[in-house]
């Protein structure tokens, strides 16, 4: 009998008053499965136990009856055992249902309000062609007055197993005469049947039955199978339109689904018991606000996501604490604290006020009570609070902040002022609830009562006209003679009247007397204070601090080197006045050096003005006169001024200082050459080929007289060049270009050619003739070129881009990609390469590219240029430009980088950002980039400035990437 728990434990087990004994049967199936007899096999089942029970089986309404007695309820456990007749037992066979007084209904003729629950127990055995299959039912009721049973043998004869929507086997009787079809069309079963093969026309379904559990192969499938009664709870019964009774998304007991009655219930429940925690016990009317009662309930959802069982480990943990040592203010604060996070707010309370019964003395029990009770008892708790602590400044500064009114703020100050006099907290919590005349006359009572602190005097030192705020701060310089604060208020004091000549001998008195006093010049911190004070307006207190300061502590060799450090750093904190002084006492102490001039004119031309600069500049050619870089800055800043007299005139002592000057020679050039005077610039150049013959300056006359159209002349101009300066590839770049521009291919190839022979190792010659060949349509001789110079040129990446490049404009890809793959072996560091690598990928595989790129190059500005452009194609806007501005701040030299980045500002950004770049790239004055080279350095755009050659070279730039 105790097999039957392994069975499935339907009505067919002990107890339930079956005359089958289907459990005998079901431990002797399952013996003869396992070929093991299990210990427990044939033991007798323990008193009341109910099959099923344990896993979750709900029986509906339904009834079993013991073999001898009155029905019973399923759940009646205290039921004895019953003994399965001799015929139910192992290896009895059966075809059919037996009939007689066992099988008769046993309920009352009139109910036929119960549930029917089939237990099917299907046992084959291989080696035999009999199979047995017994079914146990519980019997609907009697089919009418005559005490028919209803329908047995049209049960019996049709029932297959199915599959239903919730994965379980069950076994289906079908109705009399239900066709097959008709119970596959059951919305509330799978359309899968688990039968070998379909029930051919005419076969009846019996010896169908036989064929089908000869494939079961030793399983024992057991199932449980509702059919609704007449009064049953769910629609259908017998009359429901699907066959069985069964209705759709019916489960079956103990499936795993949750018994929604059994929720329902629970949540009335719960529903009546926060009903009845906020009802008035008293008159029994509720006094739940309909509005704010889902508001309050989600107020008492506990917040803590700890553990229900580490909550009560620290609950009882801090509980033996609290009575082991009930004095200990701490214990007290936590379990509080532990109960408002579990949302028990009331708790909480109660146990901080019992804290503070038992720690009145304890500051911090006394904050939290209030910080814990609602807005009018925690005043109550505070007043208390300053019972049993009167000199307690936290209190009354929780008393204050209590406060709605200012005048009850300002009374509890002044109360706690009375108990605590020497509270600069308190003073400065009630300073600044009054008015400025008010504050004055507080201020000099608080300064009476707390002398030594710096805050009030210089509290009251503003507040004070100028002859009493001196006065206040020589009492503070006396009572507190160790603040440099003080002599720098007062520094700033004698500025802001117009007394600056004080500031200086201020400054210097504070040094000596804090070193008097036994006080450490710190140099970071009178820095700091120099910064503040730059920031507050008073430059000459910073400028006064800085010079005190600046040079102690440090070597004399490392002066240098630690001042430009430290004026990079008040450039980086927005103190330019503080930069400025430093800068000017460097220049004081080195006066001969160039860097340092160079460093403060750089400055003075980013952070200055014209007129500083220009100052600057003249004081830095007179104590640097060969320093040219100086003298052509000048001249510029008059230039681009508009004063081109003044210009010449400082390039004209520039040549006194330097007669033999390249760079002063060319800059007088440009200047002339740029302000039209072509005669002036030829005469200049003349001179200076004569006085200072050097390469650039032939090949600056040679340009010159290119870009004004005298071909021959420019050509004589450089065959002469040539004649002395054969080794230099500019000259043969420049014969080449004006043969090609002439459409003469051959003498332009062999300008190229033999510039190649004298300098092998000029990357541009070598890129001019391969585009000569690809522009004549020589392909095979354009890539033979590119071959040799990189033979030549080794691990050169412009050879390798320009050879990718050539075959790409071809349409060979898989050729440039082969290219591509060697070229990033030999070159792997090379930005540009990686960048050409990127859009040379299909777009899906360009992030992953670019990802690989940052990794070989991370500080590149080609890759992160071509980062930029890729978010761009993507319409990725922030990013996109957050990458430009990077790309522009780590090399602002690269012209091709401003265009990219003033082009996708046309078409994203707004007037003033586009105005911003353009500015910017102005100030960069940018020199390279292969586009920006090509436009700039075209003799049709000679003249144009930054911002034209920059529109220029943006609108060539097409967003096609």
């Keep these: 009998m105790a097999a039957s728990s392994s069975s499935g434990g339907g009505p067919g087990g002990p107890g339930t008053g079956n ?5 005998g049967l079901t431990a002797a199936i399952t013996g003869t499965m396992n070929k093991k007899k299990k210990p427990f096999l044939g033991m007798p089942a323990p008193l009341g136990y109910v099959p099923g029970l344990g896993r979750g089986l709900v029986y509906y309404g339904c009834w079993a009856r013991p073999a001898v007695g009155a029905p019973r309820h399923l759940s009646d456990r205290d039921s004895g055992r ?11 066979k059966s075809e059919r249902l037996p009939t007689g007084r066992d099988n008769r209904n046993v309920f009352d003729p009139q109910s036929r309000k119960c549930n029917v629950f089939v237990h099917c127990i299907l046992k084959g055995e291989p080696d035999r062609e009999e199979r047995d299959v017994i079914f146990v039912e519980n019997i609907i009721g009697e089919h009418g007055a005559d005490g028919k049973t209803l329908a047995e043998e049209s049960w019996y004869r049709a029932r297959i197993l199915v599959r239903n929507a919730g994965g379980m086997l069950i076994l289906r009787p079908t109705l009399p005469g239900l066709p097959l079809d008709v ?3 059951n919305p509330a079963c799978s359309s899968e049947i688990r039968v070998g093969k379909s029930v051919p026309e005419g076969e009846d379904m019996h010896s169908f039955h036989s064929s089908f559990f000869f494939r079961l192969k030793k399983k024992v499938y057991y199932s449980l199978v509702q059919f609704g009664g007449l009064n049953s709870p769910f629609p259908g019964g017998l009359n429901s339109p699907y066959p069985g009774g069964m209705t759709p998304g019916l489960m079956t007991p103990g499936s795993g689904e949750l018994d929604m009655r059994k929720i329902g219930q629970a949540r ?6 926060r009903l009845s925690q906020v009802s008035d016990s008293v008159s029994g009317q509720t006094v739940v606000d309909p509005k704010g009662y889902l508001t309050d309930l989600n107020s008492m959802i506990p917040t803590h996501g700890g553990d229900i069982n580490d909550i009560k480990k620290a609950r ?15 214990a007290w604060i936590a379990s509080a604290r532990l109960e408002e996070v579990t949302g028990k707010l009331q708790v909480a309370r109660n146990l901080i006020m019992k804290g503070t019964e038992m720690c009145p003395k304890s500051e911090d029990v006394w904050l939290e009570a209030a910080r814990l009770q609602p807005g009018d008892t925690a005043k109550a708790v505070v007043a208390q ?7 307690s400044v936290r209190i009354y500064i929780r008393a204050a902040e209590l406060e709605t009114d200012l005048r009850a703020k300002k009374r509890v100050l002044r109360k706690a002022l009375e108990h605590v006099p020497n509270s600069v907290r308190l003073w400065k919590a009630a300073v600044e609830l009054e008015e400025p005349e008010d504050a004055r006359i507080m201020l000099s009572r608080a300064v009476e009562c707390c002398p030594t602190s710096v805050e009030l005097w210089l509290a009251l030192a503003r507040l004070e006209t100028y002859e009493n705020a001196r006065k206040v701060l020589n009492k503070a310089r006396e009572n507190i003679p160790t603040d440099r604060h003080i002599w720098i208020t007062a520094a700033k004091l004698e500025e802001a009247n117009g007394n600056t000549q004080m500031v200086e001998k201020i400054v210097d008195r504070a040094i000596t007397s804090l070193r008097a006093n036994g006080v450490e010049i710190n140099r970071e911190q009178w820095i700091q204070d120099a910064e503040e004070c730059d920031k507050a307006g008073s430059v000459v207190t910073c400028h006064a601090v800085i010079r005190a300061v600046i040079g102690i502590g440090i070597e004399e060799e490392d002066r240098k080197h630690t001042w430009m450090e430290d004026s990079e750093s008040c450039v980086s904190h927005g103190a330019l006045e503080c930069a400025r002084a430093i800068y000017a006492h460097a220049l004081q102490v080195f006066p001969s050096k160039k860097s340092v001039w160079l460093r403060a004119a750089y400055f003075e031309k980013n952070h200055g003005t014209r007129e500083s600069l220009e100052t600057l500049l003249q004081r830095a050619v007179a104590h640097c006169p060969k320093a040219e870089v100086l003298w052509l800055m000048g001249a510029k800043s008059k230039w681009l001024a508009g004063d081109v007299p003044a210009a010449r005139s400082i390039l004209a002592l520039a040549f006194q200082a330097n007669p033999n000057s390249e760079e002063i020679w060319l800059a007088a050039v440009k200047l002339e050459s740029e302000n039209n005077e072509y005669e002036r610039a030829r005469r200049l150049l003349a001179k200076a080929r004569s006085s200072a013959s050097t390469a650039r300056v032939f090949m600056k006359s040679v340009k010159l007289e290119w870009v004004l159209g005298n071909i021959e002349a420019a050509q004589e101009l450089c065959e002469e060049a040539l004649h ?4 230099f590839p500019k000259l043969w770049m420049m014969k080449g270009q ?8 051959e003498n332009a190839r062999e300008a190229y050619n033999q510039g190649l022979k004298k300098c092998p190792h000029s990357t541009p010659l070598w890129l001019l003739l391969s585009r000569l060949e690809e522009k004549v349509g020589q392909l095979t001789r354009a890539r033979a070129i590119l071959e040799k110079s990189r033979l030549k040129n080794p691990k050169t990446a412009e050879l390798w881009l320009e050879s990718v490049r050539l075959e790409f404009r071809a349409g060979l890809k898989n050729i440039a990609n082969t290219l591509m793959a060697k070229a990033l072996q030999e070159c792997p560091n090379s930005g540009i390469l990686w960048a050409e690598a990127v859009f040379l990928e299909a777009r899906p595989q360009r992030k992953t590219k670019s990802v690989d790129a940052l990794k070989k190059c991370e500080h590149d500005p080609h890759v992160l240029l071509a980062v930029a452009k890729l978010f761009w194609s993507e319409r990725k806007i922030t990013k996109a430009r957050e990458w430009f501005h990077r790309t522009v701040k780590i090399d602002s030299d690269l012209g091709d980088a401003w265009a990219t980045f003033y082009k996708f500002e046309l078409q994203h950004g707004t007037e003033e950002q586009q105005e911003e770049i353009k500015k910017r790239c102005e100030n960069a004055e940018p020199r390279h980039g292969e586009l920006w080279c090509k436009v700039s350095k075209d003799i049709e755009n000679w003249q144009q400035k930054i911002g034209e050659i920059l529109i220029l070279v943006a609108a060539k730039i097409k967003n096609t990437f």
């Design 268 to 273: 009335n429940t719960l529903m009546d018991m």
């Design 82 to 92: 019953k003994v399965i007749p001799k015929r139910h037992a192992v290896g009895y």
């Design 19 to 23: 005359p089958t004994g289907a459990s």
């Design 738 to 745: 004006i043969e090609e521009q002439q459409e003469l291919i």
């Design 724 to 727: 002395h300066y054969e080794d």
């Design 385 to 391: 609070a300053v019972r049993h602590l009167p000199q």
């Design 183 to 185: 119970w596959r069309m």
């Design 316 to 330: 009882l943990l801090l509980k033996s604490v609290r009575e082991t040592n009930p004095h200990h203010p701490p």
